[in-house]
């Protein structure tokens, strides 16, 4: 199947321009879409690629327009050099307008031609709503001509600004038909080459004056060129030349071209009038491409061309774009502002969380499932020094152990049955520079403690099958919902590696211990899943508040979810899901606990109490005895309003709530809040 490509932007003319370039070389490579902005309205594009310009980039949010997962490459654009030597004949200093449909795309061009050498004139970007300047005589054109002031007496055209062959490169690579050894790019422009050959060929005619400014053009160029008269001489070798070969300019200009570049094959190229396109090179250790043209004027060979593309490079550019989209699960996008909480706890967390990020030990993360163990080890890696570098999450408890093995350290060609040919790296090369967050730590095997127990100690890795030590510079981050200090005494993990993994530690408390940041929590999953006007009866919000939450975090997204889902106007109890109403939810333990010293009666149902009054604090809401029995229903206890009286009466000679009069409502004191705080499951 072809892979489609999605061409984005503002205004038709763009998409037209690059219509013409695209077709002309990937016409029947790939699928290409023409979209505007105006054109797709609200829906979203999915494609395999979509490609933008940079003026979109900037004035619309990317986002509105295409789905996260689709890859987005920038247009960039060039000159089309063979245009540029009517620039370099404009005199100096003289005043420009350079003209462009928007302000962004005539400033864009300003900066191109600067870019590519020419600053030897004022360049005036000038565009619809822009007044015209007065003594300006000369504009430069970019394909709209009607935007052309009358009284310009000289216009220059330097065709449409086209797609920089680095952009058309790269659109290649990434739809995989960069095999063709380069041979589609040859139609497009080996063209431009040979007009750019026959233009060159004036540079010795002309001044010494233009002579410099083409030399600074040539040396903007990407390729390396060379050219040579009809006596075999060099005439030109820029600085990407210079690079390719370890040669200087000086050293060759004006020399015969076969004794001085060995292979270069141009003075048979101009004998033999035979074009070579695309031809693969060794120069040293680097793999060059070339093409190599004779040039022609009035029906006569006056010289030879040659432009050489270092393909390293483009290897590189290949191997760049692999990593890149192997690196995508390699990536850690949350960062602390993204995690939702207020509770004391969770504060005193992320700031010490903060702290050791800027370390280099290990740390080994402790919290129940769903209490936010990842996020807090991505966030701890963006905070770090390494946060430019990857950052490979792998969860031990997802593989058995021979596969989690290789995984974890790779493996050597031929290493067993089934190896892939040239072996394969494991997440600890992957990591190298950056984090490893070894999730569900507390499940690997004997086998697998012990070589990550060399792993920590050497900080060098063994492929399986392999025989040397690979170095690797990683920071080590280990998760686990277990209680490794339990497994130890029962001999299921090892204590040597505990104390290396935990050399520093956190322990992400579970939400019951931290309620405040339940409201918070809801509030945030609500925008997340687009339903900001949701409405929730009170006594749901009750339920939420006082529910245990034996999953955490992820039970109260999963819930919110499901509620957004469902909604059609207020939501109550009745519409939670299915396992909120059932009653076997965990008995909250309260042996241990300030409440259960006090010796009131039923902990259970004063736990409920303070609870219910610390949730109407946060809300900022008076509550009173009728509305805490009437909560006290969805939360399956059974409290009469003179039961809540009674019990309330007690809270306060504890001095954990004051009862106020009349429509004043009760509220939690400090001490209630205290004493709420040390209950514990
Ligand atoms: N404080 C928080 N703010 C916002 N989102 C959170 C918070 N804590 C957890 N989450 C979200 O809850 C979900 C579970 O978090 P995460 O995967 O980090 O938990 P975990 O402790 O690693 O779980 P497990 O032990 O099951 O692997 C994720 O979607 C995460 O974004």
Known sequence: ????????????????????????????????????????????????????????????????????????????????????????????????????????????????????????????????????????????????????????????????????????????????????????????????????????????????????????????????????????????????????????????????????????????????????????????????????????????????????????????????????????????????????????????VIKKAKKIAKSESTILIQGESGTGKELFAQSIHNYSDRFQNPFVAINCAAFPDNLLESELFGYEGGAFTGAKKGGKPGVFEQAHTGTIFLDEIGDISANIQARLLRVLQEKEIMRIGGTKMIPIDIRVVAATNKDLYQLIQTGEFREDLYYRLNVLSLFIPPLRKRREDILLLIEYFFNKFDAKDMELSKPLISKLYNYNWQGNVRELENCIEYLVQIYTGEIGIQDLPPHFLRKNQKETNIQENELAKLDLGEEKEYLFILNELYLARQLDHRTGRREIAENAKVNDLYLSPQMVRSRLNKLEAQNMVEIGVGRQGTTITAKGIKVLKTVSD
């Open 1 to 348: 199947m072809k892979k489609e490509l999605v061409v984005l932007t503002i205004s038709k003319v763009t998409s037209n321009l690059f219509r013409r370039q695209l077709n002309d070389i990937f016409a029947d490579k790939i699928m290409i879409k023409y979209l505007t902005t105006e054109e797709l309205k609200s829906q979203k594009i999915k494609s395999d690629m979509v490609l933008t310009t940079k003026s979109l980039i900037k004035e619309k949010n990317i986002d509105d327009y295409i789905f996260a997962q689709s890859d987005v490459l920038i247009a960039r654009r060039s000159l089309n050099i063979s245009y540029l030597e009517d620039l370099i004949k404009i005199n100096d200093q003289s005043r420009v307008l350079l003209i462009n449909d928007t302000k962004l795309g005539a400033y864009e061009a300003k900066s191109l031609l600067e870019e590519v050498g020419i600053n030897h004139l004022e360049l005036i970007p000038y565009y619809p709503g822009k007044k015209a300047p007065a003594n300006v005589k000369i504009a430069i054109n970019l394909g709209e001509e009607h935007l052309i002031p009358d009284y310009i007496e000289r216009v220059v055209n330097i065709g449409s600004r086209v797609l920089d062959i680095t952009t058309i490169i790269e659109i290649a690579v990434k739809m995989g038909i960069m095999d063709t050894n380069f041979d589609f790019l040859s139609s497009h422009y080996i063209r431009e080459l040979v007009t750019m050959g026959k233009r060159l060929n004036h540079r010795i005619k002309d001044q010494e004056r233009t002579n410099k400014k083409l030399d600074t053009v040539m040396n903007h160029v990407h390729d390396g060129i060379i050219y040579i008269n009809q006596d075999q001489e060099i005439e030109i070798f820029n600085q990407k030349a210079e690079e390719i070969f370890s040669m200087k300019t000086e050293a060759v200009i004006g020399k015969k071209v076969a004794p001085t570049i060995p292979n270069t094959k141009l003075d048979q190229i101009l004998t033999n009038k035979i074009v070579h396109k695309n031809a693969l090179q060794d120069v040293g250790n680097n793999k060059i491409v070339s093409t190599r043209v004779p040039v022609e004027m009035d029906g006569k060979i006056i010289g030879a061309l040659a432009t050489f593309k270092d393909v390293t490079d483009i290897k590189k550019l290949e191997a760049d774009l692999r990593l890149k989209l192997k690196k995508k699960g390699h990536i850690a996008k949350y960062n602390f502002q993204n995690i939702i909480g207020q509770s004391k706890e969770i504060k005193k």
